[in-house]
């Protein structure tokens, strides 16, 4: 209709027509513009996702972006890396992608999982195998009651402790066997987000995940989501948040330069920079070790001068290896990051970003944030998808490597002495 409207407003003023200059000429294409830009500054969010080639490997030898990726990962020496899937609370997917009757099948954390919703709501997470004949309940199981039942011969698999509960041929006087059951995982729902809880040694959750009132009692409102697949060592990304010494490094450099650091320093992003400045401490109160805290300083400056503003306090909240809240009052509202990295399997990571904002807040500004902290974030990738880790960095006598050292020594509590290796997990086929 708009390409009609506008062929027609051309054709009328060659002609020099009068009824140009007719309000109706001009209503439905300001109606059009009106609707989008209500839809663009309001009602639109967020949400986007990357695959692990799209972001932080250079090209080389002619070979196409997966390539590149796949052949770094492979040349790239591990290294001594500590244990791959640390223990925690990790999110598996957001609430709202699984609906009352739904059942999914996710990867994480080395396994296969069925997770699924019963009607009454309430989510569970099983192993995904069936042990009759290794159906993959995740992939067309139907949920029945508070069951989930395998698509290919119609066992029924309980949420709560994954033992059987029905199998439709089974002959009169015949038990069900006592090894048809599959592992049941805690899960925890909370802050709009599926977690679930993992041990090395099979112990219950020694910390919780703490609820933010505000988005339980929908005074923030989700605005928004981006999700990234890393190729490192989990560590390496929480360690971020005691890596002061990179701030400047990677991230002083506006949007302007780009996401690739070959660039980021050109003179054509200079005329805006940003200064971050850190401090990073881990909790030492009983009960609340599994915590660390930064808070990062952001301050602007166009053409040299600081623009008082923009400037922004995050207080990043590390709860346990793999979820960070990052809790900000800005000029345009107050909101939350919540960052969740899961592993996918050892060295592969995906990494949630979403975003949570005082309800009021037009959603564009939400938007603005967000993708700031996946522009930050895809420079990050660029290292991290790159490099090797060091179990024994070379370091210099500084407050910035000493800090480095304190969050391996605070991070080190989430292993424990079944936590898979990579070596165990070969040694075992199970990646
Ligand atoms: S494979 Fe699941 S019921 Fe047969
Ligand atoms: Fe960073």
Excluded at 247 to 258: E, K, Q, R
Excluded at 323 to 328: D, G, I, M, Q, T
Aim: with cysteine; aromatic share 12%.
């Amino acid at each position: 209709m708009l390409p009609e409207l506008l062929h027609q407003l051309v054709q009328q003023t060659v002609s020099g027509s009068e009824s140009l200059l007719a309000p109706w000429a001009w209503a439905p294409a300001l109606v059009l513009l009106i609707v989008l830009l209500v839809y663009g500054i309001f009602l639109r969010k967020l949400d986007y996702s990357r695959s692990l080639e799209d972001v932080g490997y250079i090209t080389f030898d002619g070979l196409s972006r997966r390539d590149t990726a796949n052949r770094i990962r492979r040349a790239r020496k591990e290294g001594r890396v500590p244990p791959v899937y640390p223990n925690g609370w990790y999110l598996v997917m957001e609430g709202d992608q699984l609906k009352p009757g739904e059942a999914k099948s996710v990867q994480m954390i080395g396994k296969t999982l069925a997770v699924f919703r019963t009607e009454s709501g309430e989510a569970h997470i099983l192993d995904a195998y069936c042990p009759h004949f290794g159906a993959n309940m995740g992939a067309g199981g139907r949920v029945v009651g508070d069951c989930i039942e395998c698509p290919f011969h119609g066992w029924q698999f309980r949420g709560s402790d994954g033992r059987c509960a029905r199998i439709p041929v089974l002959a009169e006087g015949g038990k069900i066997p006592e090894m048809a059951r599959v592992t049941s995982h805690i899960v925890k729902e909370v802050n709009g987000g599926l977690y679930l809880w993992f041990d090395a040694e099979g112990r219950e959750p020694t910390w919780d995940l703490p609820v933010i009132e505000e988005i339980e009692t929908g005074e923030w409102s989700f605005k928004g989501r981006t999700r990234h697949f890393v190729n490192c060592h989990i560590e390496e990304i929480n360690q971020n948040g005691a890596d002061v010494g990179h701030l400047t490094t990677v991230h002083d450099p506006s949007f302007f330069g780009g996401t690739d650091l070959r660039y980021i320093f050109r003179w054509w992003s200079s005329f805006l920079w940003q200064k971050f400045s850190a401090t990073w401490k881990p909790c030492t109160e009983p009960g609340s070790r599994h915590q660390a805290v930064m808070v990062l300083h952001e301050k602007t400056y166009l053409f040299g001068k600081n623009v008082k503003f923009v400037e922004m306090t995050v207080r990043a909240n590390q709860l346990g290896p793999a979820v960070v809240y990052l809790e900000f009052d800005s000029l345009f509202g107050k909101g939350v990051f919540l960052h969740c990295v899961t592993p996918v399997e050892p060295l592969l990571l995906r990494v949630h970003h979403s975003i949570y904002m005082q309800r009021w807040v037009p959603n564009i500004v939400a938007t603005v944030y967000l993708n700031g902290e996946a522009f930050q974030f895809e420079r990050d990738i660029m290292i991290w998808n790159n490099k090797e880790f060091k179990d024994k960095p070379v370091l210099a006598k500084s407050t910035e490597d000493s800090l480095m050292v304190q969050h391996r020594r605070w991070y080190s509590q989430f292993y424990s002495e079944n936590s898979p290796t990579i070596e165990s997990l070969r040694d075992s086929k199970d990646w």
